[in-house]
């Protein structure tokens, strides 16, 4: 199988600053090669250009800017020319499909975040200095940076990343050939059902409490994009204290962002460790956070009739900060790791359906944290419920796929 690491890079003043020039070459790189797919199409009788005819000119583009191009790693700059022409190809296969096809756009400096080494031991090194106590990478034209890592890495690198989240600066390692590490059997089953009261809910009764980060952190995110608000938007040259209050908002939502993800690694793996099926509901999240359609008044032209927007914004709000579906990847990855079998179920009225005598009814959920069934008087946690019937049709399924 295939395995990704991440880890915290911690660079020097000078490589910091290495860092950043290179992203920025590899941003004009990037940005040249769209702006010459745009007039070769707009200027030239539609000519198209494609990903060979733009590599074909590297040689020569960084023969001509040494000093910025000819620094770095050949193979990156050609993996941010394949970038591109992914780009393109995505574009055509959705206008082929009558999708909305977003044609491909230029990036910012800020929206450039990511420099990919196709292959260790071309332009990088992973472990280059094993002599040495501390990990280092070695990246071509920024030197040997250290590395924080913090678990072992199984398997071969095949390909090395560096990527930027605000100030913090990553390696990503993809590994192949890593071996799966099959963790005893339990022989214990569960279900869960995801909510927001509580973050899930287990058939065995267990409940793990919804962290609520964003909620946590909205009086310091609020005041900070009030701040950042009194600056001008559209501004040529931010000024120093722009950039300082622009600088804050995102470290906010970085700290929510990292404090979600360790919330829902730390819960997969319990969820893996003590059971060998695990059932949760299919979730469309998406579709569930989409806010609703306005309602025209059909007396009134141009007036729109109360659609509960404000009331689904909160919800939809709490959907996301509970983090749902990042969580569902991070288990079936572990568990697919781990060698655990996840099963995902059809959610339809799984908070409706009575698990003891299977009667059905909206009637049924008497409040969000109550059941009660109309026809034989069970009363029972909603999500707790829930949780049964996920289950019980987890059950179903594996007996139908045996």
Not at 214 to 229: F, I, P, T, Y
Request: contains cysteine; hydrophobic residues 35%; glycine residues 6%.
């Amino acid at each position: 199988m295939i395995r990704a690491y991440k880890f915290l890079l911690r660079p020097t003043v000078r490589q910091e600053q290495a860092l950043r020039e290179m992203l920025r070459d590899h941003c004009s790189l990037y940005n040249g090669a769209l702006q010459e797919r745009r007039d070769a199409w707009r200027h030239t009788s539609k000519t198209t250009v494609r990903y060979g005819d733009q590599s074909a000119q590297l040689s020569e583009i960084r023969a001509f800017d040494p000093e910025r191009q000819g620094r770095w790693s050949f193979s990156s700059q050609q993996t941010t020319l394949r970038r591109l022409d992914k780009a393109f190809q995505a574009f055509f296969r959705r206008v082929k499909a009558g999708q909305a096809p977003g044609y491909p756009r230029f990036k910012g400096a800020g929206h450039f975040d990511t420099v990919t080494f196709p292959r260790d031991g071309d332009g990088c090194r992973w472990d280059s200095t094993p002599h040495n106590p501390h990990t280092r990478v070695r990246l071509q034209g920024v030197g040997h940076v250290r590395v924080h890592q913090h678990r072992p890495v199984r398997g071969r690198v095949k390909t090395v990343s560096v990527k930027r989240e605000g100030h913090r600066w990553y390696v990503v390692l993809s590994c192949a050939e890593a071996l799966t590490e099959d963790l005893p059997a339990t022989g214990a089953v569960v279900g869960i059902d995801m909510g927001v009261a509580h973050f899930l809910t287990t058939s065995n009764g267990e409940h793990v409490a919804n962290p609520r980060f964003l909620q946590a952190a909205a009086e310091e995110l609020a005041e900070a994009q009030r701040h950042l608000a009194t600056f001008p938007k559209r501004t040529k040259h931010r000024t120093k204290a722009h950039r300082a209050a622009a600088r804050k908002v995102a470290k906010i939502h970085a700290k929510i962002r990292r404090q979600r993800l360790d919330h829902a690694h730390k819960t997969a793996l319990a969820l893996v460790r003590d059971h060998d099926v695990i059932a949760h509901e299919r979730l469309n999240t998406a579709g569930m956070t989409r806010s609703p359609r306005p309602k025209p008044d059909p007396e009134r032209e141009g007036i729109f009739l109360p659609n509960q927007r404000a009331a689904k914004a909160g919800l939809n709000r709490s959907i996301l900060d509970a983090g749902w579906g990042v969580f569902l990847a991070i288990l079936a990855n572990k568990a697919e790791s781990a060698g655990r079998t996840v099963v995902a179920v059809d959610p339809r009225n799984t908070s409706r359906t009575c698990p003891s005598c299977g009667h059905v009814a909206k009637e049924n959920r008497v409040t969000q944290a109550t059941f009660q069934c109309t026809a034989c008087g069970m009363t029972a946690n909603a999500d707790h419920v829930g949780a049964t019937n996920v289950l019980n049709r987890a059950g179903l399924a594996l007996c139908v796929a045996a």
